[in-house]
């Protein structure tokens, strides 16, 4: 069950804005990798192909750690699924003629939407949307403000 509110800030980051205050719990240091390629990817040609572009650029972004294998497993199997759906969607249109004579919506209009939504999600987990970037571009800001006042301090 997913919990309310916003996600917890990294405690790198709150050391690195100023705004952490008092004991705290430290997350984990993961190193940094291309984690192995699930079996599950390698039967999917879309998945696997995914998994490979992503990973060369979350390696390059500097994201991607060893621990990242399932997240970005799951989210190579929600654009492979989303990819196929976008294919019936096209082959077929968005309505589909019933026995009867009638129309009704293809179902697999409201399965893209849905996959296109997780996608998107997942997306914003690895900072690979415009404004999730933000927030990553925020930290080495920071990062070059304390090292200024490092400088400033002992200089």
């Known amino acids: 069950m997913a919990k309310a509110g916003r996600r917890p800030k990294p405690t790198a980051l709150k050391i690195l804005e ?7 719990k430290v997350e984990p240091s993961l190193p940094a990798g291309v984690p192995p390629m699930p079996e599950r990817l390698k039967v999917d040609q879309v998945a696997a192909a995914q998994w490979h572009e992503l990973a060369g ?3 390059r972004m500097g994201v991607l750690t060893l621990a990242d294998g399932e997240a970005l497993a799951t989210l190579c199997e929600v654009h492979s699924a989303e990819q196929s759906c976008l294919l019936q969607l096209r082959a077929g249109g ?9 129309v009704k919506p293809n179902p697999a209009g409201p399965m893209y939407r849905s996959l296109v939504a997780q996608k998107a999600s997942l997306l914003s987990e690895f900072g690979l949307t415009p404004s999730s970037r933000t927030k990553l571009a925020t930290q080495v800001e920071v990062k070059k403000d304390e090292l200024e006042e490092f400088f ?3 200089g």
């Open 94 to 102: 968005a309505v589909m003629h019933t026995d009867l004579g009638g």
């Open 18 to 24: 100023g705004t952490d205050h008092g004991p705290r």
């Open 152 to 154: 400033t301090a002992h």
């Open 57 to 59: 650029i979350l390696t």
